[in-house]
């Protein structure tokens, strides 16, 4: 696993847009952590990466899914509330991967074996109260080549 230290939101939302700037559609990223971690301000920077103008992102707590509208569509998922991975066939999940937006889940683990094969994993971890570690673990061709390029982008500025 790779993985990097941020020090604040912002540059939380920064390495987001980063990840975000590069994805496309039919990309899935499967974010993993505790409350807290980061993981809806990591979504609002990969929103800011796909060009979604909406200013409110926020998590999609009752209703699982929330849909954007960006350079591609934005699907985000938050599956904190979920109890059974059975509730997914509900909320129509499968139809969220390899679709015709990006789309990212909160709390990926709730969805168990619903989740695709590949994926771009984010794992989120509170070090301090300012300080967040940021780990990634891809599968898959497509997802190396994304995690090489963010890695070229985290050295240009400098953020290890
Ligand atoms: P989650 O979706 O994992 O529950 P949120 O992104 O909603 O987490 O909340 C993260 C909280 O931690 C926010 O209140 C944010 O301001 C705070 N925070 C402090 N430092 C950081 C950091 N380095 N990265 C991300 N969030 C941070
Ligand atoms: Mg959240």
Same mark, same amino acid.
């Given at each position: 696993?790779? &993985?990097?230290?941020?020090? &604040?939101?912002?540059?939380?939302?920064?390495?987001?847009?980063?990840?975000?700037?590069?994805?496309?559609? !039919?990309?899935?990223?499967?974010?993993?952590?505790?409350?807290?971690?980061?993981? %809806?301000?990591?979504? @609002?920077?990969?929103?800011?990466?796909?060009?979604?103008?909406?200013?409110?992102? %926020?998590?999609?707590?009752?209703?699982?899914?929330?849909? @954007?509208?960006? *350079?591609?569509?934005?699907?985000?998922?938050? =599956?904190?509330?979920?109890?059974?991975?059975? $509730?997914?066939? !509900?909320?129509?999940? !499968? /139809?969220?991967?390899? &679709?015709?937006?990006?789309?990212?889940? /909160?709390?990926?683990?709730?969805? $168990?074996? $619903?989740?695709?094969? /590949?994926?771009?994993?984010?794992?989120?971890? &509170?070090?301090?109260?300012?300080? *967040?570690?940021?780990?990634?673990?891809?599968? !898959? /061709? *497509?997802?190396?080549? =994304?995690?090489?390029?963010?890695?070229?982008? =985290?050295?240009?500025? *400098?953020?290890?």
């Amino acid at each position: 696993m790779f &993985s990097v230290i941020t020090t &604040s939101p912002e540059q939380t939302w920064h390495i987001g847009q980063m990840l975000g700037a590069r994805l496309a559609a !039919g990309d899935t990223v499967c974010l993993y952590g505790d409350l807290g971690a980061g993981k %809806t301000s990591f979504s @609002y920077g990969i929103a800011l990466g796909l060009d979604v103008k909406e200013q409110y992102i %926020t998590s999609p707590t009752f209703t699982f899914v929330n849909e @954007y509208e960006g *350079r591609v569509p934005f699907y985000h998922i938050d =599956l904190y509330r979920l109890h059974d991975p059975g $509730e997914l066939e !509900g909320i129509g999940f !499968g /139809e969220y991967i390899n &679709s015709d937006g990006v789309t990212v889940i /909160e709390w990926a683990e709730r969805a $168990e074996d $619903e989740l695709p094969a /590949e994926c771009f994993s984010v794992y989120l971890t &509170s070090v301090d109260e300012n300080s *967040r570690e940021i780990g990634f673990l891809v599968e !898959g /061709e *497509r997802y190396e080549k =994304l995690l090489a390029e963010l890695q070229a982008d =985290l050295k240009k500025d *400098r953020i290890r």
